[in-house]
């Protein structure tokens, strides 16, 4: 069955630190990768996305994600973190099965020390 | 501003009685989601509308059902509701033409508690 990993629950890091949340997903075919972001109090909302052409895709707020096709990843990174980053991450993954769904990963609570 | 809004933000019901949550959109997409999501989880699809076309996932019970009147609505009807199906519903709405990419927007979201 076609799933959605991401395999860090909940991440602590110091302002100015540097972030990687993996994701990885089990769809063969074409697939289209999202990051969505929610916020303390807010709905969930796009972060970036890979669509095609560069792998390495930038996204609000100094994020961005490589695609790595031969390791089905697409992991999310930012050099230094603020305190304004501390929220919930969520990889989402779009992929044909039967018909186009788009499938969600559980989330990382990401807090980020002042 | 365009937007997705959801009413109530939170509900609460009893055991066994019908609730229904609405969902209504000003950006004309013809794409309506329903999400479940339960702490510390994934939101789990439960169904959604492609213009009037509605597409049920294969492990959504038959409890769960939904109406979409026109392109800015659609109700998630729960007929019985159950202490499992608290949670957070969500609904989100998509171009369906893949303009933007198939990018979601989502509401704030409902949460349910059941009594």
């Known amino acids: 069955a076609q799933s959605v990993s991401q395999h860090n629950h909940h991440v602590i890091l110091s302002e100015a630190a540097s972030l990687e949340l993996g994701c990885n997903y089990s769809y063969g075919g074409t697939v289209n990768l999202f990051w969505y972001v929610q916020y303390p109090g807010q709905h969930l909302q796009l972060l970036l996305k890979?669509?095609?052409?560069?792998?390495l895709v930038k996204g609000i707020k100094g994020f961005e994600a490589e695609f790595i096709k031969s390791k089905f990843s697409f992991n999310l990174r930012k050099p230094s973190v603020q305190w304004s980053d501390t929220a919930e991450y969520f990889c989402?993954?779009?992929?044909?099965?039967?018909?186009?769904?788009?499938?969600f990963g559980a989330g990382t609570r990401l807090f980020v020390k002042a | 501003d365009a937007m997705v809004i959801q009413n109530p933000r939170y509900q609460v019901t009893q055991f066994g009685k019908p609730v229904t949550l609405s969902c209504s959109q000003t950006?004309?997409?013809?794409?309506m989601y329903w999400y479940q999501q339960k702490s510390s989880q994934a939101p789990k699809l439960l169904f959604h509308?492609?213009?009037?076309?509605?597409?049920n996932e294969a492990d959504t019970p038959d409890n769960f059902q939904s109406r979409r009147p026109n392109t800015s609505f659609c109700f998630l009807d729960i007929r019985s509701p159950g202490l499992g199906d608290a949670a957070m519903y969500l609904c989100a709405t998509s171009r369906g033409d893949g303009g933007g990419s198939y990018e979601q927007y989502f509401g704030p979201g409902t949460r349910l508690t059941v009594t």
């Open positions: 950006l004309n997409h013809n794409v």
């Open positions: 989402a993954v779009r992929g044909y099965t039967g018909g186009f769904k788009t499938i």
């Open positions: 509308y492609y213009d009037k076309d509605f597409n």
């Open positions: 890979y669509f095609s052409g560069d792998p």
